[in-house]
């Protein structure tokens, strides 16, 4: 068998004319703008997305702030459930009269939100980290006002109490801060 040459492939004209390619790109739905404002330069990453979108721009601080927060809640916890008594005499400086029960109940209360805490220090998901942030911000907030309606029962304004309060209003506005942050949208590139 000879082995014929055949001719050198040749470009097609249209191939090279630009206005041929902007017309081709247009029909295919690649090179313009979306919804979004996204240019994307091929049908793939048109339909696959752009990885981009999908990565979470973390503020500056927001996992030390969930370990801190993490840790914080299991030692808070495992005081209260292991030292009830003393716990309570800390803050309020009086003694548990009635059973130790209730302050152990929010001390297993806060290992769960410890969990919870511990469940977002490890995640990459936006959406896992925002809950992790609304659930603390709650806490902080509920835990302000059972304070102060205990502190206004009791008719008495311990030191320790104060501090409490002025901690718990504290974390909720870093909470709250990083929550915002974390949920704006981030600036297009």
Known sequence: ???????????????TDLISRLKSRKILGV?????DGEVHRSKISQMLGNEL????????GLRVWILISAVGFTLMAITALVFPNQLYELVFEEELSTTSIS?????AALLSLALIMWNGLYTAEKVIIQWTLLSEACYFAVQFLVTCVTLMEIGILPNAAMLLLLSRVLFFVVTVAYYYHLGRKPKKI
């Open 1 to 15: 068998m000879s082995s014929k040459s055949h001719p050198p492939l040749m470009k097609k004209h249209s191939q």
């Open 31 to 35: 090179g313009g703008e979306d919804d």
């Open 53 to 60: 979108k999908f990565a979470v721009r973390e503020p500056i």
């Open 103 to 107: 302050v152990r109940l929010y001390g």
